[in-house]
């Protein structure tokens, strides 16, 4: 059994050039050992969402949060006199195509990430980043535009929300804000998403978020034996599982080589495993 696993090991990650993320595990599994499961396989669609696949899930929706440049966040909603508003499989094909098609008339390359919300009656709206739409293609809202009175208080402390047309057009109310923090957008939709999943009505086999295809990926740039400890911004209540953010390579790359000179990390990578989702950073940080 101890020779399926090697000990002490780290996997450094890169995100983007100034985001790297270092793992340390006890114990993993060694590659091309097979696993049995013991455990029996839930067989009801309907049933929620284990807590590991929503944790893996939040994992990979800041991936690609992180390693992709976002312009926008974007609530999307649906006219129920456009689509049925309680059928978010066909929605999501609808909008898929839509974007697709678009894109080839427009000559744009739009790229999405979209976490859906379901409203206390069982419909649902879209949270989201976007991105490649062209300024043209949008309008600003003003005070004088149908919307709600907190929108018009966000406008009157002097937010840009913005308008989709065309999606307005083909699907129901949208609205855009700038994203001006793009590590602080990256920690918020990937904590919202592990809120909302907890008690949204998607089934054990649905997907808990949508996106373009493309997308940036994060990319493994060194596994190894771990020759320290280090001050970790995450672990697991066991310490089997602690895990870093660090800005350059040259640091983590440190505890594999066998030299222990690792700073404090900084305090927006302690953010980005903080638990709390907080009030909304596209409104507030500049």
Same mark, same amino acid.
């Given at each position: ?10 996997? #450094?990650?890169?995100? &983007?050039? *100034? !985001?790297?993320?270092?793992?340390? /595990? %006890?114990?993993?599994?060694?590659? =091309? ?104 293609? #949008?309008?600003?809202? &003003?005070? *004088? !535009?149908?919307?709600?009175?907190? /929108? %018009?208080?966000?406008?009157?402390? =002097? ?128």
């Amino acid at each position: 059994m101890y020779a399926d696993f090697d000990y002490d090991v780290g996997i #450094l990650k890169k995100y &983007t050039d *100034d !985001c790297y993320k270092l793992t340390y /595990m %006890r114990a993993c599994r060694k590659e =091309g050992i097979a696993v049995e499961l013991n455990k029996e396989r839930c067989t009801d669609p309907d049933a929620p969402k284990s807590a590991a696949s929503i944790s893996r899930t939040r994992a990979k929706i800041k991936e690609l949060a992180i390693c992709n440049d976002w312009e926008h966040f974007v609530t999307l909603t649906i006219d129920k006199t456009k689509h049925d508003r309680y059928d978010l499989d066909r929605y999501k094909k609808k909008l898929s195509k839509w974007i697709n098609n678009y894109n080839e008339r427009q000559g744009t390359a739009i790229r999405y990430l979209l976490i859906p919300e379901e409203h206390k009656d069982g419909a649902w709206h879209i949270h989201g980043l976007l991105a490649g739409i062209p300024q043209e293609h #949008l309008q600003e809202f &003003t005070l *004088d !535009c149908n919307i709600t009175a907190r /929108m %018009r208080r966000m406008i009157r402390r =002097g937010k840009r929300l913005l308008n989709w047309p065309s999606y307005a057009g083909n699907f129901g109310f949208v609205s855009m804000e700038l994203i001006r923090n793009s590590e602080r957008a990256a920690t918020y939709i990937a904590k919202y998403v592990e809120k909302q999943a907890l008690k949204n009505r998607i089934g054990r086999y649905d997907n808990m978020y949508y996106c373009s295809q493309g997308l940036k990926r994060c990319e493994v740039v060194y596994k190894d034996n771990l020759y320290f400890d280090f001050v970790s911004d995450y672990k697991s209540k066991d310490g089997a599982v602690k895990v870093r953010y660090f800005t350059n390579i040259d640091e983590p790359m440190k505890l594999f080589n066998g030299v222990f000179d690792i700073p404090v990390s900084s305090e927006w990578f302690s953010e980005i495993v903080d638990d709390d989702v907080g009030d909304n950073p596209f409104l507030e940080c500049a």
